[in-house]
């Protein structure tokens, strides 16, 4: 090898390479069936599948659609001047405003029988059901027993995950006025889930804005978060205790809410978006005052471009995640638009293009942040839900969203790139 093609051969081998996140986005429906979607194993083929709706897709490629509980619907509405008639609920497929009866989806062996069952919350103020997964029957088609969670599921931000610590997911929402969880029976698991109450019946309305799960004072339990403040879960939950309540405003109604420490100092945060049918994105900064927990508002995305350092707005963000996007061990924020939300005419810019970002968390040593936008996908969105989790078990998060728009999947993976590519897709700081 001559010098010439040696040292051009050192200098290509030494090109800074760079590592890009990025996503493939797959469709697998454009009918509107529900506001959220989730991952679960439900054939137990080890691989996991997806489901939206009356629906499950099996993995790994969702070609392949299972009818859980009755997918009865078919609506009518005018696109393009003509009257078309669809399945499911009226969405994109139309140009009027409806509601589905599915407003999130959890999956989860509620009974203990190594199946992977699916847990639906419905619409605000309704019932929430879980579906018994038929098991080694499951290949026979037909859809799976019903059984009622809870009789009134109230809040636009519910979940299901283990609040008391003892191993079991529950429902937390509100119900009826109160704050709370409904645990599954522990006799009987098809029994309507065993209720809770944290607060008093403070009537908070089906249609309340903002809640969360996370330990806001670092004792190790966790606490409830809503839009005015977060109930303290008690040393013991013998006798169904309510929770101290600390008042603070955390926006005007949200969607999900998240405590973490955001920039590195040791005390937790608190992550919501301000108003899920407006505008802004915001943190909480934890400080302490005479041993009181206060908070300092940060917000990094609202009504304005100029709001964000980097030009980024959009409205309505119904929905979040918070997960380590890019592998650092620092969790990112994963949320977006919820498409027509209201429908075509309702909310601030429902027409707008229904976008889907994840804010890379770079803390700084003065222990500033900064929440650096990227951008997934311009027409998809969020519903009330997103969820981002390894799908396809690469160790990296995936994400799916179910609304109004469609199902959609994206895949995660990595892309080694050069220099030149990897700060032409860096996001430009333009409102210093």
Known sequence: MGLAAAVS???????PKHTLHVFSKQELTDQFWSEGANFGDFNRDGIMDVVAGPFWYEGPD??????FMPADKTSTSTRDGQKVTFPGFK???????????????????INGDGWTDIIILGFPGENSWWFENPGKDLSKGGHWKRHVALDVTDNESPTFLDLTGDGRPEIVCSSKGHYGYASPD??????PFVWHSISPDNHYHKFTHGMGVGDVNGDGRLDLMEKDGWWEQPASLAGD?????????????GSQMYAYDVNGDGLPDVITAIAAHGYGLAWYEQYREGGEIKFREHVFVNKEARENRYGVHFSQPHAMDLVDVDGDGVK???????FWAH?????PEPNSAPVLYWFQLKRNADKTVDWIPHLIDDNSGVGTQVVARDINGDGRPDIVVGNKHGVYVFTHRIKTVDDAEWQAAQPKVINP
Not at 343 to 347: I, K, Q, Y
């Open 9 to 15: 051969g050192f200098v290509a081998s030494a090109a």
């Open 62 to 67: 969702y070609k392949v659609r299972h009818e």
């Open 91 to 109: 969405g994109r497929l139309g140009n009027e405003n409806e509601y589905s009866a599915n407003f999130f989806a959890f999956t989860g062996d």
């Open 186 to 191: 522990r006799t009987d698991p098809t029994k």
């Open 241 to 253: 205790p309510l929770w101290l309540f600390h008042k603070w405003p955390f926006g005007t109604g």
């Open 332 to 338: 990112d924020l994963v949320t977006g638009k919820r």
């Open 343 to 347: 429908g075509p005419a309702g909310d």
